[in-house]
T-cell receptor, first 113, second 111 residues
């Protein structure tokens, strides 16, 4: 079974703090994704990566950056957390072929005070 | 503009009945469409995929239809059980083979 793990289930941070969310997958998948999910807005893609050290902006990249130094690990960074970044963050991975089926981690619920 | 619409209102049904969820899309020409299940506080889990040249796909109590003329997919759960209660998301591939997700429909199956 594909396993995607995220570093924290719940996180509370203060405005202005730098926040790191880590995601690890164990299936040698090429692609990795970061989404945020908010009530009424569904899943929105922040960034994705199709290879080590490669990254592409998704629909809402502002205020976020990412890092993929190793194939299995994809980090989401909030450079200076703001209250409007309070959300559920979901990491996903996929093997990179067609069709594209994504495997999700359990999510990190981030609260920025 | 591109849009994927799922009924945002919860669907309440009685145990044993068939649940039918709808996914409509506009300004997409997807090669395939997928359905995911999401439990509260958890990440979505892939359930079924149907390709554009397939009319129907089944897996145990689940059935998905895909009508590219109507631009609609229907997701059915037969003999529904309280354990089927969850939010169900449809997703389709857009240009670049990325997935775009609908907002999901919450299903509540009452005993």
């Amino acid at each position: 079974d594909v396993k995607v793990t995220q570093s924290s289930r719940y996180l509370v941070k203060r405005t202005g703090e730098k926040v790191f969310l880590e995601c690890v997958q164990d299936m040698d998948h090429e692609n990795m994704f970061w989404y945020r999910q908010d009530p009424g807005l569904g899943l929105r893609l922040i960034y994705f990566s199709y290879d080590v050290k490669m990254k592409e902006k998704g629909d809402i990249p502002e205020g976020y950056s990412v890092s993929r130094e190793k194939k299995e690990r994809f980090s989401l960074i909030l450079e200076s957390a703001s209250t409007n970044q309070t959300s559920m963050y979901l990491c996903a991975s996929s093997y990179g072929g067609q069709p594209e089926t994504q495997y999700f981690g359990p999510g990190t619920r981030l609260l920025v005070l | 503009s591109q849009k994927i619409e799922q009924n945002s209102e919860a669907l309440n049904i009685q145990e044993g009945k068939t649940a039918t969820l709808t996914c409509n899309y506009t300004n997409y020409s997807p090669a395939y469409l997928q359905w995911y299940r999401q439990d509260p506080g958890r990440g979505p889990v892939f359930l079924l995929l149907i390709r554009e040249n397939e009319k129907e796909k089944r897996k145990e109590r689940l059935k998905v239809t895909f009508d590219t003329t109507l631009k609609q997919s229907l997701f059915h759960i037969t003999a529904s059980q309280p354990a089927d209660s969850a939010t169900y998301l449809c997703a389709l591939n857009n240009a670049g083979n990325m997935l775009t997700f609908g907002g999901g429909t919450r299903l509540m199956v009452k005993p």
